[in-house]
């Protein structure tokens, strides 16, 4: 994963992100190595997912019953998600304030304050309007926003009890000049002896007062849900995940992740045209979504089931099927893309070693590896011939040896080294390597 992670560092854009799923079991190690390679400083956010009902385990003998997966999300310094964006609504706003007196002015933290006893104003409830008032309480993280109406409450005001008494309404110059307009807050101190807390009356925001925003942007909940959220309607993933087995007309049986959950993922990270990389395919849900939501795709896999699998299932969603997200994206099928396998090189050695069936083929594998191969580089030559052990051991466990020896990292030829003649790369593949890079030999 370690080298992995890090050409996927590489690869990333500006404005990229990464999104890397992961179950209970490795999730603690895996933040740690994302932290290492991508700076923790680059965390967006842990992400949750249901993956798993409740109420349908098969072992009833487990003491837990793990329902939720993680997806760790880091990005560059450039990256922004797309919020969710609701209907604004103006129903909060149904509040008026009537002064009923001229009130007391103080200077209070460095602001002008109007003070009116509970007797000199009167909050009124009215029908919903654009000129109305919205009252929200002065708690948690508002607290902590400077310069906010919460933030002057709890520095200021709520420790007033004994100086202006219980009720009062305090009137705040020179806050809310930019959001609303209104140039004031007004914010009502404690009611009760014991009490800390008061409310803040905002008016409405100056852009959606002349009538051209009707929506609004919300946070992106950290628990993912499957969401039409101008319906209200809020749906895990569980069902997705339990019914995806055949999704894109193919089964595949370990791994595979729901196209409803690819979409949630690629509506908060992408737009349309932008490049999505998936480096551990599998049976191509990403690649498939990716293509009916209008995004450009790569996919990689080293596994043979690509053939048969994979590549069977993009050319589907070429042809419209109407599988996964088909419907709610109005999915009507066309496009392309190529395919290629990459050309061997150490991957020919380890299906050599696979397939042998006697030491003395074995023994033939291994002299051309120690001609031509890419070895670990602690490997010794010299040492590994003259140890006896080799020759005790048996076909299996001679498998595993040389398995060992070879640099995994070079399984398959590199671009730069295709001229070299030792690694037999035709014209044609030389011809075609270069137009899918780009590069003009002319």
Known sequence: MKNRL?????????DGVIFVQCDDNEQAYLKVLMDEI?????????????????????????????????????????????????EYSYNAFCYEIEELSEGKVEII???????????????KKI????????????????????????????????????ID?????????????????????????????????????????LEKKNGDVEEKEIPIANILFDQDIYENNFLDFKD???????????????GKKPEQLLKRIIEISTQKGDIILDYHLGSGTTCAVAHKMGRRWIGIEQMDYIEDITKERLKKVIEGEQGGISKAVNWQGGGSFVYFELKKYNQDFLDKIMTANSKGELDDVYNEMAKN????????????????????????????????????NQLYLNHADMRDS?????????ALTDLFYGVNND
């Not at 997705?240 to 370990?254: D, L, Y």
């Not at 690694?423 to 030389?430: L, S």
Request: proline share 2%; hydrophobic share 35%.
């Open 165 to 205: 008494g219980l009720g009062v309404l305090y009137k705040v110059i020179g806050m809310g000049t930019k959001g609303d307009g209104l140039g004031y807050r007004y914010i009502t101190g404690p009611k009760r002896e014991t009490a800390v807390n008061g409310q803040f009356y905002t008016g409405v925001p």
């Open 109 to 123: 933290g460095d602001r002008k304050v109007v003070i009116f006893k509970p007797d000199e104003y009167v909050i």
């Open 127 to 162: 029908q919903p309007k654009v000129t109305a008032l919205k009252a929200t309480w002065a708690t948690g993280s508002l607290v902590n926003q400077g310069g906010s109406a919460a933030e002057f409450l709890h520095l200021y005001l709520k420790d007033r009890k004994e």
């Open 38 to 86: 991508f700076g923790r400083e680059n965390s967006q956010v842990t992400l949750y997912v249901q993956v798993r009902f409740s109420n349908k385990t098969l072992n009833e003998d487990n003491d837990y019953q793990k329902l939720m997966e993680h997806i760790f999300v880091y990005s560059k310094d450039q990256y922004k998600p797309n919020k969710d964006k609701v």
């Open 373 to 408: 191969a890419f070895l670990k580089f602690w490997f010794d030559k010299n040492e590994f011939e003259k140890d006896e052990n080799f020759r005790s051991l048996d076909l299996d466990q001679r498998k595993e040896l040389l398995i060992g020896i070879l640099d995994e």
């Open 422 to 430: 030792r690694y037999h790369v035709t014209d044609e593949e030389m």
């Open 240 to 254: 997705s995940f339990g019914n995806c087995r055949t999704q894109g007309s193919v089964n595949f049986n370990s």
């Open 6 to 14: 890090e050409v996927a560092r590489d690869l990333l854009k500006d």
